[in-house]
């Protein structure tokens, strides 16, 4: 079992920048590949962005590519997701979760977080 939690979303103006966290516990953090998922009032949760194992291999939604980048501290088994330049359409509630597969993958996630509310507004 891998525990996730995590924090650092809130209310931003648009053009304005949020970086969340994503705390991991339980198994070797490092044997885990990393994503951020969201999931926005009345639609599915759709894929931001992941990292490999090392963290020497990132992926980004085109939706998001350019302006969040995706990281990780495997030292402190955390990994963090930089928002930059957020837009009205950013805002949901964004989730990490870990993967077994070596990644950075968009699919076969086993453990996830309980999400933390980003609201960008206008």
């Keep these: 079992q891998v525990q996730l939690v995590e924090s650092g979303g ?12 994503c705390a991991a ?4 953090f490092s044997g885990y590949a990393m994503g951020w998922f969201r999931q926005a009032p009345g639609k599915g949760r759709e894929f931001a962005a992941a990292i490999s194992l090392s963290g ?10 350019g302006r969040f980048t995706v990281s990780r501290d495997n ?15 950013d805002t949901a509630v964004y989730y990490c979760a870990a993967s077994s597969r070596g990644g950075p993958t968009r699919t076969g996630y086993e453990f996830w977080g309980q999400g933390t509310q980003v609201t960008v507004s206008s």
């Design 56 to 65: 020497g291999s990132t992926d980004y939604a085109s939706s998001v590519k």
């Design 10 to 21: 809130g209310l931003v103006q648009a053009g304005g920048s949020l970086r969340l966290s």
């Design 25 to 28: 516990s339980g198994r070797t």
């Design 75 to 89: 030292a402190k088994n955390m990994v963090f997701l930089q928002m930059n330049s957020l837009k009205p359409e």
